[in-house]
């Protein structure tokens, strides 16, 4: 190659290095341009305002030196008296005059036996007895004949007492023939099945027609009179009440006025339980069986605070905190307390915890806030709500 074909070629390389500069210069101008004008907008950008308080409810609260807590026991509504009635004999039922669910009068008949072999057996021994009455008759003739006659000296001893002990035997059979009738007076009486007691008939197990052995259920018959209730209450609780002291039992939404008439003396073995009767002024028209709850109320000597449940707070390993607004240097934030729950009824606890009195926790707000959060109270909630 010549040397002047290798000059114009050197000068080619120079001229495109410096363009490739030149290039590369520029680009870099354009972005610095670009982030100092970025620079220059955030700049020109007015600084965040601070977030605003959360608005929350508070409620005051007031330590209480003990609380009330009400106990609730189950039991069931029950007559004071349930029998089934039966017959004291055999015999063919003629007559069945109660079905279940009508109202029974005491003394009044509700079912009946046929009686017509008892009132023939009867008639039989009046017969027998009617005879055996002449022939007694004629006997106490005979008796007093003999006598004047053995006084006047016609008859010996042994004649006398012949007639005596005659007379003594036939008034004997006179007196067993009495009783037989009086028994078959009884059976007929008794053929008729009485209600010993006022009230309703629960069941009927027999109809018309039936041939019965003695002592077999015709009808059960609760009484209707006296209502009573009997709940089972925990020993502790059993020896708090009184028998002859009113107590308030509740069913079916009606208040039903009590009193306490006794305690049994043992405990259930399969609920652990002691059984309580109660006397009942009436039922209110509900059916024997239904389910009442006897409510007993107690006071217990504890400190603490009734608060809400919306205003408790899960929090680690099973235990309970409460939300408190207090006021800081820089306004009012949210405070952790840490409580125990001592009881609970419908919609409120009493706890005991590191509470103030009078402090404000916050109600419905545990989701919302952590503590150390500024916050604004909207509105106070009256304490108990």
């Given at each position: 190659?010549?040397?002047?074909?290798?000059?114009?070629?050197?000068?080619?390389?120079?001229l495109g290095l410096v363009g490739t500069t030149v290039f590369a210069l520029l680009v870099l101008g354009g972005i610095a341009g670009g982030i100092a004008a970025l620079h220059l907008r955030a700049s020109a950008q007015e600084?965040?305002?601070?977030?605003?308080?959360?608005?929350?409810?508070?409620?005051?609260?007031?330590?209480?030196?003990?609380?009330?807590?009400?106990?609730?026991?189950?039991?069931?509504?029950?007559?004071?008296?349930?029998?089934?009635?039966?017959?004291?004999?055999?015999?063919?039922?003629?007559?069945?005059?109660?079905?279940?669910?009508?109202?029974?009068?005491?003394?009044?008949?509700?079912a009946q036996l046929d009686t017509e072999p008892l009132m023939a057996a009867r008639d039989a021994l009046t017969a027998q007895r009617a005879q055996a009455a002449a022939d007694l008759d004629l006997a106490r003739r005979t008796l007093r004949r003999q006598r004047e006659l053995h006084g006047a000296g016609h008859v010996s001893a042994q004649r006398l007492d012949e007639a005596r002990l005659s007379?003594?035997?036939?008034?004997?059979?006179?007196?067993?023939?009495?009783?037989?009738?009086?028994?078959?007076?009884?059976?007929?009486?008794?053929?008729?099945?009485?209600?010993?007691?006022?009230?309703?008939?629960?069941?009927?197990?027999?109809?018309?027609?039936?041939?019965?052995?003695?002592?077999?259920?015709?009808?059960?018959?609760?009484?209707?009179?006296?209502?009573?209730?009997?709940?089972?209450?925990?020993?502790?609780?059993?020896?708090?009440?009184?028998?002859?002291?009113?107590?308030?039992?509740?069913?079916?939404?009606?208040?039903?006025?009590?009193?306490?008439?006794?305690?049994?003396?043992?405990?259930?073995?399969?609920?652990?339980?002691?059984?309580?009767?109660?006397?009942?002024?009436?039922?209110?028209?509900?059916?024997?069986?239904?389910?009442?709850?006897?409510?007993?109320?107690?006071?217990?000597?504890?400190?603490?605070?009734?608060?809400?449940?919306?205003?408790?707070?899960?929090?680690?390993?099973?235990?309970?905190?409460?939300?408190?607004?207090?006021?800081?240097?820089?306004?009012?934030?949210?405070?952790?307390?840490?409580?125990?729950?001592?009881?609970?009824?419908?919609?409120?606890?009493?706890?005991?915890?590191?509470?103030?009195?009078?402090?404000?926790?916050?109600?419905?707000?545990?989701?919302?806030?952590?503590?150390?959060?500024?916050?604004?109270?909207?509105?106070?909630?009256?304490?108990?709500?």
């Amino acid at each position: 190659m010549s040397e002047p074909d290798a000059v114009p070629r050197r000068d080619r390389r120079l001229l495109g290095l410096v363009g490739t500069t030149v290039f590369a210069l520029l680009v870099l101008g354009g972005i610095a341009g670009g982030i100092a004008a970025l620079h220059l907008r955030a700049s020109a950008q007015e600084e965040p305002q601070a977030r605003a308080p959360l608005p929350v409810k508070v409620m005051p609260v007031e330590r209480q030196d003990s609380y009330r807590i009400e106990q609730r026991f189950a039991g069931r509504l029950e007559p004071a008296r349930r029998t089934q009635l039966a017959f004291e004999r055999a015999g063919l039922v003629t007559a069945v005059l109660r079905d279940e669910g009508d109202a029974v009068e005491a003394g009044a008949v509700v079912a009946q036996l046929d009686t017509e072999p008892l009132m023939a057996a009867r008639d039989a021994l009046t017969a027998q007895r009617a005879q055996a009455a002449a022939d007694l008759d004629l006997a106490r003739r005979t008796l007093r004949r003999q006598r004047e006659l053995h006084g006047a000296g016609h008859v010996s001893a042994q004649r006398l007492d012949e007639a005596r002990l005659s007379a003594a035997a036939l008034e004997a059979r006179v007196q067993a023939l009495d009783a037989e009738i009086r028994a078959l007076e009884i059976d007929i009486e008794k053929s008729a099945l009485i209600a010993p007691f006022a009230g309703s008939v629960a069941a009927r197990h027999l109809d018309e027609g039936a041939v019965v052995a003695a002592g077999a259920f015709v009808l059960e018959l609760l009484e209707s009179g006296r209502p009573q209730a009997r709940v089972g209450v925990s020993p502790e609780a059993a020896r708090r009440l009184y028998a002859g002291a009113d107590y308030r039992i509740e069913a079916a939404g009606q208040i039903l006025s009590s009193r306490l008439l006794r305690t049994r003396p043992d405990i259930a073995p399969d609920t652990r339980s002691v059984e309580l009767l109660f006397e009942l002024e009436g039922r209110g028209g509900l059916p024997f069986g239904e389910v009442v709850e006897l409510h007993i109320a107690r006071q217990v000597a504890e400190a603490g605070f009734w608060i809400p449940l919306t205003a408790l707070y899960e929090d680690e390993k099973g235990l309970w905190s409460v939300f408190v607004a207090a006021e800081a240097e820089d306004g009012t934030r949210v405070v952790r307390e840490a409580v125990e729950i001592l009881h609970a009824a419908d919609t409120r606890a009493f706890v005991r915890g590191t509470l103030a009195d009078r402090a404000r926790i916050l109600v419905g707000s545990a989701q919302r806030v952590v503590p150390g959060q500024r916050v604004r109270i909207a509105a106070p909630v009256e304490a108990g709500s």
